[in-house]
């Protein structure tokens, strides 16, 4: 697609319940990005996917956080047994390569309120 | 360790004058940094970036950036504010060797008329 995807925009869930969140990158970028935006802080790295390389889960706080990404593209986070600190903004980014010199392109992030 | 320090949580300014938001950071080996900026309800968009070549390095909206190696800071600029400039700011940084940004905790600029 030309940008990056997020859905839903926003999720209201109830505490202990189970979320998916989705991006869908841009098409023929290799590497996606989670990111947490806390309100009045800045962005937490969560977790990091690039091609067929394990994952970068050093960022995931708990082990009720997971993400996978299926062929290469579309990613899900999953946050189980929701707490009210799982609130906050989730951002997913994508990017065309892994070289430091390579931005991100964000999407418009999913706001979770868990209460 | 990697890290980014944005030292204002506010910056205020009127419409008309300069801007400067401040940035710091702490890396291994050469930084590469960006600006991103977010409007509200919307993802970070990419202002700027320093790979390496002048210091002072030109971006959208009007926006600059310096990049000062011996005081590791990468602050951002603009001559003349506006109104629609008002947003939160980030500053990020990564090291050749490192596969994610780490970003500073936002400064939010607030531009009166």
């Known amino acids: 697609g030309a940008g990056v995807s997020q859905s839903p925009s926003n999720k209201v869930t109830e505490k202990g319940k189970d979320v998916e969140l989705r991006c869908d990158p841009i098409?023929?970028?290799?590497?996606l990005y989670w990111y947490r935006q806390s309100l009045g802080q800045g962005l937490e790295f969560l977790i990091y996917?690039?091609?067929?390389?394990?994952?970068?889960k050093s960022g995931l706080p708990s082990d009720r956080f997971s993400a996978e990404r299926t062929g290469g593209s579309v990613s899900t986070l999953t946050i189980q047994r929701t707490q009210q600190e799982d609130s906050a903004v989730y951002l997913c980014?994508?990017?065309?390569?892994?070289?430091?010199?390579?931005?991100?392109?964000f999407g418009s992030g999913t706001r979770l309120t868990v209460v | 360790a990697q890290s980014v320090a944005q030292p204002e949580d506010q910056v205020n300014v009127a419409e008309g004058n300069p801007l400067t938001v401040k940035c710091t950071y702490s890396?291994?080996?050469?930084?590469?940094l960006f600006w991103y900026v977010q409007y509200p309800n919307r993802g970070l968009q990419f202002l700027l970036k320093?790979?390496?070549?002048?210091?002072l390095v030109k971006g959208s909206y009007g926006f600059e950036a310096e990049f000062n190696k011996s005081q590791t800071s990468f602050h951002l600029k603009k001559p003349s504010a506006l109104v629609s400039d008002s947003a939160l700011y980030f500053c990020?940084?990564?090291?050749?060797?490192?596969?994610?940004?780490?970003f500073g905790s936002g400064t939010k600029l607030n531009v009166k008329p």
């Open positions: 320093y790979i390496t070549g002048d210091n």
């Open positions: 980014a994508s990017s065309l390569g892994t070289g430091p010199w390579d931005g991100y392109t």
């Open positions: 990020a940084v990564r090291g050749y060797n490192f596969n994610k940004f780490y």
């Open positions: 098409s023929g970028h290799t590497a």
């Open positions: 890396v291994s080996g050469n930084p590469y």
């Open positions: 996917f690039q091609g067929n390389s394990a994952p970068d």
